[in-house]
Structure formats: C-alpha cells, structure tokens
C-alpha cells in the first residue's frame, strides 16, 4: 500500500485557501515530488472559510479536524495510507492547528500517523496583548464586540474552561492535551514578524515578553540577514555606541509620521483626483465595514446556537477537557489571579510610551502561556523583518501577488519550504 505524507494549511482570520495560493504553490515546489516511497499531498482546510472563521478557535477546529479525518479515509479508499501528519497555520489558523492537534491525540490518531512538522505563521499565540496605542484600543474593544466567539477568545475574553481560563492559556498548559499533542512534533518552527504586524504584535507572534523592534530604527538595533533569504532574521544586537539623543529625537518625530496604505498611494493625477473625496469615502468605508462584522457577527451567533444545541456536541473535545480539569486536583491553579487582570511584563520599565511599547502589559494568563511554550525544547523561532511595508501581516505568506510588496514574503516562505521535513 502507497504511504502518504499529509500536509495541512489553514489560512486566518476572514481567510479562505486562495490566502495560501502561494505557500501551496512553494511547497510543493519544493517538496512536491515527496521522498522515497512516500506520496506528498497538501490539504487546504476549507470548511473555515470566510464567516466561518467566526466561530471561534475550537469550532475551527472541530471541522478541520473532521477534513483531516475524511480525507485520511479518502487515500484510505485508494489504496493509500496516511503515515506522516504535518501542519501549517497562518494568522489565526495557527491557534486552530494547535487545537486540531489536540483532537487528533484524543481520538489516537497519532498512534497510527506519525506527527512530523508543525508550523505557525505570524500567528497570536497568547492572544492579542494590549499596547498603549489608539490602534490597540480600538481593535480590543470592536474585536471582542463584533469578531464573535472567535474575537473574545483572541482578545482573551472568554472563559473557556470551567475554572474561567481563557483558551489560548489552555491550549499553552502542559497537564493538557493540546499541549502534550504538540510535543509530539520533532520540528516545531513559529514564523513571525520583528515589525509592521499590525494584527499579530511580536510579543504573541514571536512568544516573548519583550519586543526589543519596536523602535529600532532609533536604538540603534543592528539587523542581519540571511544570505538566501533576503527578509529572514539571521540575528541582531544592540550596538555599543547609540545615536546622540538629537538623533534619536529627529527619528522619532519622522517615525511617528503614519505610512500611507499602499492602496491610496495613488500616481499623478489620480492622487489629485482622489484626495478631495477622502473625507467622503473614509466614513463611508468605515460604516460599511462595521456594517458587514455585525451581520458577519450575528450569523456566526446564531450558528454557533445550533451547534451547541447538536446533541453530538457533547462529543467535543471541549466537553473532555472540562470534565478533566474538574477532576484534576490543581489547588495552585486557584492561588493564580484573574487570569485576564494586566500585569507588568518588566518592573523595571520607566513608565515611558517607547517602554510600554517594548515591554507591554501582559497578563498572568499571557504570562503562564509564555513560558511554558518557550519550555517546548524543540522549539524554534524564526524572524521576519519587512521594513518598507505598511502592513507585514499579508506580506509574510504572499497574500495577495496583486500588490508588488507581498512578494517580499517569498523569502520567508522558500526558508520554511526548505526547513520542512518529508
């Protein structure tokens, strides 16, 4: 019987499979022709597609992790096997790889398949964290209020465990499955972006808790690249002389200038042409936009109603988990805080915008996520750095090949193609 290894992509947030047209199309570049008696093939989950990507991280994952079900069974009806697992997340399809994994090692799946690679790409794997920015206020509060089930689980609203944890603090515990399931995986990689993510800061892309990019055009931060990959990190480091503080000052006030999104960067004379009507055409955007989360919102409530209502959600691994953290004696859990209650991530921290923004906020919960993830011994963490763009986060997976500066992301994903294990 012909052995298969399966490759699994699972886009983000509003996302659907066309978002990882171009990582489907390096990888099986790269690795398309498989290895010695071992088929390589690539599953795009689709059944969290669109509105869908409403529902929350466990629902997602729910239905990915049916796709991979049936679609074993499928080569199965081929007269093939499926002997080797690997996943790739994008975005919020990380976290959703993260809870697919966890299913699969409850229905024992990993006896029979072994888990090879799992990746993640500019994925929020704490959460998005608070920043003392407009920016992050205003996401936090329309994130939690018309993203759904899925914005209070990324916004770490929800309690999702019986004890009130949040699930992105439950999907990081090690008495868990979620947990124990990726531990499995020889080759754990997170990709993320040092700068210009403007849905995934670095601290949760990259699972630390301090972001020492954040203002490295005037700290004098020293950046290398890899020789192959024109935008991958090889490493960085502070130098011993620092700018004089006029320098520095100058930089800011030139930094702190907002970029223009490359969508209004508008050529002579249609930038004439367009300006007068901004005052017009930015509120009615905006209005339509809030418009379609609310709609978007509302369906994904009204499903999520049935879903739960379906006597067979009993059967979720949601309901599993539940029933072991009540039977888990963890007395050390109940001397934690309110696990969304903000705590500082440095004391040392000089109370300044530019400290807060390389120390943020974070949350014991947040906190706990971090450092046990870091415990994961076969864990690598690969960098990313897109210093011309407005927005990095569609940049570094080739989103949308329309737009010139995605390609920029390329190098990023021809160095995951090359570090992925057949």
């Known amino acids: 019987m012909a052995t298969v290894h399966l490759l699994v992509l699972i886009h983000g947030m509003w996302g659907n499979p066309s978002h990882l047209r171009r990582v489907h199309e390096i990888i099986q570049e790269v690795k398309g022709n498989g290895s010695e008696g071992i088929e390589f093939a690539v599953l795009l989950a689709q059944t969290t597609r669109d509105e869908g990507t409403y529902d929350g991280i466990d629902w997602g994952g729910e239905r990915v992790a049916k796709e991979i079900i049936d679609e074993v069974d499928k080569y199965e009806s081929q007269g093939k096997r499926v002997t080797r697992l690997s996943i790739t997340g994008y975005s919020l399809g990380g976290l959703i790889g993260r809870y697919v994994i966890g299913i699969l090692h409850q229905q024992k799946f990993f006896d029979k398949v072994t888990p090879v690679n799992f990746n993640t790409i500019a994925t929020p794997h704490i959460g998005v964290p608070a920043l003392p920015t407009a920016l992050s206020t205003v996401s936090s ?4 209020k018309w993203m759904s089930r899925t914005g209070e689980q990324l916004f770490c609203a929800d309690k999702w465990s019986p004890k009130g944890r949040p699930l992105t603090e439950v999907l990081a515990d090690p008495d868990y499955i979620f947990y124990q399931a990726l531990l499995l995986f020889p080759n754990i990689r997170i990709y993320a972006n040092a700068i210009n993510d403007l849905s995934v800061p670095y601290v949760t892309g990259a ?6 990019f954040h203002d490295y055009r005037v700290n004098g931060l020293k950046i290398e690249y890899l020789e192959d990959y024109k935008y991958v990190i090889k490493s960085y480091n502070q130098p011993d002389s620092i700018k004089s503080s006029a320098r520095r000052a100058l930089l800011r006030i030139a930094n702190s200038l907002p970029p223009v999104i490359p969508a209004l960067r508008l050529t002579f004379p249609y930038s004439i042409v367009a300006f007068p009507f901004l005052p017009v055409l930015l509120p009615t955007v905006v209005s339509v936009v809030l418009v379609r989360f609310t709609i978007s919102a509302k369906r994904s409530r009204a499903r999520l109603q049935m879903l739960e209502a379906n006597a067979l959600a009993e059967e979720r691994l949601a309901h599993v988990v539940a029933k072991l953290e009540r039977e888990l004696e963890a007395p050390v859990l109940d001397e934690y805080d309110d696990p969304r209650s903000p705590v500082s991530a ?3 921290s000089d109370g300044s915008e530019s400290a807060s923004l390389s120390r943020p906020k974070l949350t014991t919960s947040q906190l706990r996520s ?4 870091n ?3 076969q864990l690598k963490k690969t960098l990313a750095c897109f210093d011309d763009v407005f927005n990095s986060h569609p940049v570094i997976i080739c989103r949308c090949s329309k737009y010139e500066h995605h390609w920029q992301g390329e190098s990023v994903l021809r160095h995951w193609a090359d570090q992925f294990e057949l």
């Open 375 to 377: 415990e994961i011994p």
């Open 207 to 212: 699972i630390e808790t301090t972001d020492p």
């Open 346 to 348: 440095n004391p040392l």
């Open 141 to 144: 509060y329309l994130g939690r």
């Open 370 to 373: 971090i450092e046990s993830l």
